[in-house]
T-cell receptor, first 111, second 113 residues
Framework: LAKTTQPISMDSYEGQEVNITCSHN???????ITWYQQFPSQGPRFIIQ???TKVTNEVASLFIPADRKSSTLSLPRVSLSDTAVYYC????????????FGKGTMLLVSP | GAGVSQSPRYKVAKRGQDVALRCDPI?????LFWYQQALGQGPEFLTY????????KSGLPSDRFFAERPEGSVSTLKIQRTQQEDSAVYLC???????????FGPGTRLTVL
């Protein structure tokens, strides 16, 4: 399984754009990049998934360069409620696949 | 619609007691996963079911851990002779056949004294 590296923590203020970068140097050809969000006392929640270039949904954007050795989760105009741990995962796309979580990035949004 | 539910939400056990943790997946979801999350860490895989078949139990830390899903819906994770190192949040997730995502329950926080 491809190992991921992401910052342990990040700080931001309300209304700012937040970019969290994840490194995955040994990503395999058939691997997808998936991000999950976890609030305290809750299970993780799927945010976005992509394979290459750019993916956007109502919550976030995911930027993946051509070499796919890294990816950036972009959260536009964060609010206090975006304070959470964000996990970058690399692996097969299917819901059948076991998810391998790292320690994630703790994002703290302040007023 | 209803999401994944887990019960109890909190469980305190004395060392050596047996515990049973329940997971109700989203109706119709074929796949069911159990994860263990220690404080300050990401979730770690324990076991995986496809319908009633347990296809992967490689993450179960010892033979004290046992999981079942007899009718392909509700699942139970049982821990026998609990130890202090079993203290963690136990998360259940389910997914549909063609889903790209797993839907997680709120977890059961187990504290072993």
């Amino acid at each position: 399984l491809a190992k991921t590296t992401q910052p342990i923590s990040m700080d931001s203020y309300e209304g700012q754009e937040v970019n969290i970068t994840c490194s995955h140097n040994n990503i395999a050809t058939n691997d997808y990049i998936t991000w999950y969000q976890q609030f305290p006392s809750q299970g993780p929640r799927f945010i976005i998934q992509g394979y290459k270039t750019k993916v956007t949904n109502e919550v976030a954007s995911l930027f993946i360069p051509a070499d796919r050795k890294s990816s950036t989760l972009s959260l536009p105009r964060v609010s206090l409620s975006d304070t959470a741990v964000y996990y970058c995962l690399v692996g097969a796309s299917s819901g059948y696949s076991t998810l391998t979580f790292g320690k994630g990035t703790m994002l703290l949004v302040s007023p | 619609g209803a999401g994944v539910s887990q019960s109890p939400r909190y469980k305190v056990a004395k060392r050596g007691q047996d515990v049973a943790l329940r997971c109700d997946p989203i109706s119709g979801h074929v796949s069911l996963f159990w994860y263990q999350q220690a404080l300050g860490q990401g979730p770690e895989f324990l076991t995986y079911f496809q319908n009633e078949a347990q296809l992967d139990k490689s993450g179960l830390p010892s033979d004290r851990f046992f999981a079942e899903r007899p009718e392909g819906s509700v699942s139970t994770l049982k821990i026998q002779r609990t130890q202090q190192e079993d203290s963690a949040v136990y998360l259940c997730a389910s997914s549909s056949r063609r889903s790209d995502e797993q839907f997680f329950g709120p977890g059961t926080r187990l504290t072993v004294l």
